[in-house]
């Protein structure tokens, strides 16, 4: 998710963490111009797509701005600015005066809160209803039949103080609803009403979906969730209260973005990292960062195993052109959710590319690891010399991998979940979407060898395929994104026991009005989710839609480019949708709408339709 991702999400996720306090007086307005001409303008004056460019900072706060320049991942460039230079090219760049975080209102808080129990009502729990990752809701859950979707109706809407971006998932269990945001504060809702139960401020941007499950040797139930600085919470589910938190993973550029996955008091943490990101740096030491899966036990946060992706730490390969010394080999993040295979003991996830190489063989793959030790089983590599790190595309490239050795690769990493699921003829496979535009089909009995794959898009740094695709017992979805490409968008229903085309479905007119930059096309960058009949879409126009999956027909849409009165009080507004998706539980669907990330326009709305 891979907000994996990628550049930008990892760029844009950082922009909310704490705010930090100033002394002393900012220089004038026009140093701020100076001071970014001189130390950012050569990556955001550029054509690098994950890059945010002027116009995308634009959207951001100055407190966003100067967070991403102290702990996100400009830190490196912001280490030698004061704290008022760093004030200054905020304020340059967003128009605004920095001022002291606004607290979350009080407007909307429930009066009651509903008891919470996990046998009690419908719920999606995680990334996915199950540990398969396959975003299938079965009919009992969703509570709601293709019949009834074109009559979904808009509920309510819930707004997110301090947040230019809605990218978390939302999970549903037990008549509540929590979710994240990327000011850091993660929310307990009444899922009928959108009334606030409890709000815990974590120590950066909440991106993975919530996972709860219940506690060993009480009868609490515990939320679990990762945050961008690589920390694992554990938080009583009913209060918000703070049980343990774990950090998982030392690199200043490590960050969580897929969601955490539970499985018999065992939480699977992927851990991926935006330093990639500092490749135009010519004074970074780049790349040192390197993927791990972690198993934590759930009662203590105690490390159970961390298993990386590369096996051996990065070592000095060479000096870039500035001098400064490169290490390698780097990155293979895991962006997504982990999937379990308690059949056969194995815990899935799929990688990301390199950083600096040299190559190494669990890049771009589906790696399985022993559930109980964490070892690795095997590896199924899809793309290899995929080494990419941002600003080689341009003229002004400094760590670039040696052109000798491998070259600068597509970036065409997995950024999608893992899924589990059985073909029609009762043979289990793994299928993924990766960022090539390539839906693929691996054999789990067979160390992970290609059954088929299909050519859905045309891939591109921004996919391709991007946040994940869905299954149900007889076809695989794709939806398209390719937003770097003229056509973008699409959706694909593919038969899982061959991968043949079932049919497919073009983008429909976009909701949004036409504008500079690609915020405005039909590419669906956002997971998609799958209840029997119907296949869930969000796109970057705005538009939430459900389409029939018998044959593509397009049955309910709804454009959330807009501005909503929300139940608690905050302004809010939809736009981009991408990131997690929407999901379905109890007769809702329920959406965030405003992803401000890989060129998308930023909004900061939760939304939920139901029928009568």
């Excluded at 996972?211 to 969730?225: C, E, K, Q, S």
């Excluded at 950083?355 to 590896?379: C, H, K, N």
């Excluded at 699409?490 to 899982?496: C, F, I, Q, R, S």
């Excluded at 929300?566 to 507004?573: D, E, F, Q």
Aim: aromatic residues 8%; glycine residues 14%.
């Amino acid at each position: 998710m891979r907000d994996r991702f990628f550049i930008v999400a990892a760029i844009v996720a950082a922009l909310a963490v704490p705010s930090v306090s100033f002394a002393g007086q900012a220089p004038p307005a026009a140093a701020g111009a100076q001071l970014f001409q001189n130390n950012c303008a050569t990556c955001h004056g550029g054509t690098d797509p994950r890059i945010p460019s002027m116009a995308a900072l634009r959207q951001r706060t100055p407190e966003q701005i100067v967070d991403a320049l102290v702990t996100g991942p400009m830190r490196e460039q912001g280490a030698d600015l004061t704290d008022p230079q760093r004030r200054a090219i905020a304020e340059f760049l967003t128009g605004g005066t920095l001022a002291t975080k606004a607290s979350a209102p009080s407007v909307g808080r429930c009066t009651a809160a509903p008891a919470l129990d996990l046998a009690n009502g419908p719920q999606w729990n995680g990334w996915s209803p199950t540990v398969a990752n396959t975003r299938f809701q079965p009919a009992a859950q969703a509570g709601l039949t293709a019949e009834q979707t074109p009559k979904l109706t808009l509920k309510w809407a819930f707004g997110f103080p301090n947040a230019t971006s809605a990218r978390a998932l939302p999970t549903v269990a037990g008549g509540r609803l929590f979710v994240g945001s990327n000011s850091g504060d993660v929310y307990s809702l009444d899922a009928r009403t959108g009334c606030t139960i409890w709000i815990y401020h974590a120590k950066s941007a909440v991106r993975t979906a919530i996972v709860l499950g219940p506690r060993t040797g009480d009868t609490g139930i515990t939320a679990y969730f990762g945050d961008g600085r690589a920390n694992v919470y554990a938080l009583d589910a009913a209060s918000g209260d703070l049980l343990w938190s774990r950090n998982v993973d030392e690199h200043p550029s490590a960050h969580i973005t897929g969601a955490p996955t539970l499985y018999n008091n065992r939480l699977f943490v992927p851990v991926a990292s935006g330093e990639e990101g500092q490749g135009g740096n010519p004074k970074y030491e780049c790349c040192t960062f390197r993927g791990s899966l972690v198993a934590l036990d759930t009662t203590t946060g105690t490390l159970a195993w961390k298993s990386y992706t590369i096996s051996a730490d990065a070592k000095p390969i060479g000096k870039n052109a500035s001098g400064t010394t490169r290490w390698g080999p780097s990155g293979a993040g895991i962006w997504s959710s982990p999937t379990v295979d308690a059949k056969r003991g194995a815990v899935y996830a799929a990688t990301g590319n390199m950083y600096t190489e040299p190559q190494q063989a669990t890049s771009d793959s589906i790696v399985a690891f022993d559930l109980a030790t964490g070892a690795t089983r095997w590896v199924q590599q899809v793309t290899p010399k995929d080494v990419f790190v941002v600003g080689c595309g341009g003229p002004n490239g400094v760590n670039c991998p040696s052109k000798d050795e491998v070259g600068l690769g597509p970036d065409f990493d997995f950024g999608s979940a893992p899924i589990l699921t059985t073909l029609p003829n009762g043979k289990d496979v793994i299928v993924d979407g990766q960022k090539s535009g390539v839906g693929w089909a691996f054999d789990p009995d067979n160390r992970g060898a290609v059954l088929w794959q299909y050519q859905a898009g045309k891939g591109s740094a921004l996919g391709g395929l991007e946040f994940g695709s869905a299954a149900d017992s007889e076809q695989a979805y794709f939806a398209v994104s390719d937003v770097l490409n003229p056509q973008p968008g699409g959706l694909h229903a593919v038969k899982l026991s061959n991968g043949q085309r079932a049919w497919y479905t073009p983008p429909p007119a976009p909701k949004c009005p036409p504008g500079p930059g690609r915020g405005c096309n039909g590419a669906i960058l956002a997971a998609i989710t799958v209840i029997p009949g119907v296949v869930f879409t969000g796109s970057n126009d705005g538009g939430v839609r459900g389409f029939s999956t018998k044959d593509g027909t397009l049955l309910w849409e709804f454009d959330t480019n807009r501005e909503f009165e929300t139940v608690n009080g905050v302004p809010a507004k939809g736009a981009s949708i991408s990131g997690p998706g929407p999901i379905v539980a109890g007769g809702m669907v329920y959406i965030n709408s405003g992803y401000g990330a890989l060129g998308g326009r930023p909004g900061n709305v939760l939304l939920a339709f139901g029928v009568q």
